[in-house]
């Protein structure tokens, strides 16, 4: 049985075609289509239902210091209100999950991916068992503004989040209802995301929406914008036997911290680099390059695999991620991508296809 989000029914007002998503029964898109939602947030707002997501709160004066050890990140470091992009590490360096991390007045908020949710809640339960106090976070709704008309959204609503910058988060009162808001997303757009009460947010839903510059967007063109924005996505870029620095994602280490669990692989990677690394693809062709394509060189010899391939709105063209050797993820240079038995030409280019724009 599809669990559902407190937003289900208005999806279904709207004209969602709803999709299986990490258990739940989500919209991939509305009635104008994907490329139409991509655009839409590119150039006003998009909302977005992220009510999936599983938040929760590790409480405690130690809750810093203690989840510091399961995460290669600086996290006694974070101030009040500030926010942290980060990742889990198992035994062997690879990556549980990512998430992310808000300093707040009782300890630390975490937002992990709904697909990990379960896998997540159980590790840090079992880690933090006696030294902090976890609590799950099930009323509680996600909601996302993306674009470059979310922040004059927000302001009509919330002054004081309209005044943070990226990764900085508040507590807020919209029209009444309590909410805590951080400005941060997934589209590498400025944006805002906003956790209200599950009985709360249809009804800010319903505000957020009836603004003009304000548009429903789903699932589908959350990922090519993510892609866009050269941001991974777990099971994609990221799972149990890839490490933080075979994903790029070196900018997230804290200096000299030498214990997290995989700290030995992770920090010989980090000394030595990596045998393979993520790179960003752009496909010489019209034929979109999938995730689980094989990448060669001329001599038709495996260099790596794709991770996430889609067409972009934004460039008219198709574009990839892919996990490749170190010696092959040269920019400029050119291989192959096997779609269906042809050789589909691309090159290796730097992340992110598509700048980003946070306000920082």
């Given at each position: 049985?599809?669990k559902?989000t ?9 004209g969602?075609k709803?999709v299986?998503f ?15 939602e991509?655009l839409h947030?590119?150039s ?9 997501m ?5 409480l405690g004066d130690?809750?810093a210091?203690e989840?510091e050890?399961l995460t ?6 974070l ?13 062997e ?5 990512d998430i992310i991390?808000t300093r707040?007045e009782?300890?630390?908020m975490i937002?992990?991916n709904a697909?990990c949710k379960d896998?997540d809640?159980?590790w840090?339960?079992n880690?933090l068992f006696?030294?902090?106090?976890f609590?799950?976070?099930p ?6 503004l993306q674009?470059?008309a979310?922040?004059s959204?927000m302001?009509?609503?919330s ?10 988060s508040?507590?807020?009162t919209?029209?009444g ?6 400005r941060s997303?997934y589209?590498?757009?400025d944006?805002f995301?906003?956790?209200v009460?599950n009985?709360d947010?249809e009804?800010?839903a ?13 699932l589908g063109a ?5 892609l866009?924005?050269?941001?991974c ?6 799972n149990?036997?890839?490490?933080p ?5 070196q900018?997230l280490?804290?200096k000299g911290h030498k ?5 030995d692989k ?16 752009l ?5 979109p390059?999938?995730?689980g394509s094989v990448?060669v ?15 972009s ?9 892919a996990l490749?050797e170190?010696n092959?993820a040269?920019l400029?240079n050119?291989?192959y991508?096997l779609?269906r038995?042809?050789?589909i030409?691309?090159t ?5 296809f ?7």
């Open positions: 049985m599809l559902q407190p937003l289900c029914d208005l999806h279904l007002k709207l969602a709803m299986p990490a258990g739940y029964q989500m919209p991939v898109h509305y009635g104008q289509g994907i490329i139409h991509h947030c590119r006003h707002a998009g909302f977005f239902d992220i009510s999936h599983g938040q929760c709160l590790i130690n809750a210091s989840l050890q290669p990140s600086d996290i006694t470091g101030n009040m209100g500030a926010q942290k992009y980060t990742v889990l590490t198992n035994n360096g690879g990556i549980i999950d991390i707040v009782a300890g630390l937002i992990v697909a896998k809640f159980s840090l339960k880690r006696g030294r902090c106090t609590k799950d976070l009323d509680q709704a996600l909601l996302a674009g470059p979310a922040a959204v302001a009509k609503f002054k004081e989040a309209a005044g943070l910058l990226f990764m900085q508040c507590a807020a919209i029209n209802l309590a909410c805590s808001i951080s997303g589209t590498g757009e944006g995301e906003i956790s009460a009985q947010a009804q800010l319903g505000w957020l929406l009836a603004e003009e510059d304000v548009e429903a967007v789903g959350r990922d090519t914008l993510r866009e924005a050269g941001l996505l777990y099971g994609h870029e990221l149990e036997a890839i490490t620095v075979e994903a790029g994602l900018w280490f804290k214990h997290f669990p995989g700290a992770i920090l010989q990677q980090l000394q030595h680099g990596p045998e393979k690394i993520r790179t960003g693809l496909v010489e062709s019209k034929i390059v999938r995730e990448v060189n001329n001599d038709d010899q495996a260099l790596g695999i794709v991770t996430s391939g889609s067409f709105p934004s460039l008219g063209k198709p574009v990839a991620m490749l170190r092959a040269t400029g050119t291989l991508a779609v038995e042809r050789k030409p691309v290796v280019t730097k992340l992110p598509i700048p980003h724009r946070y306000l920082r």
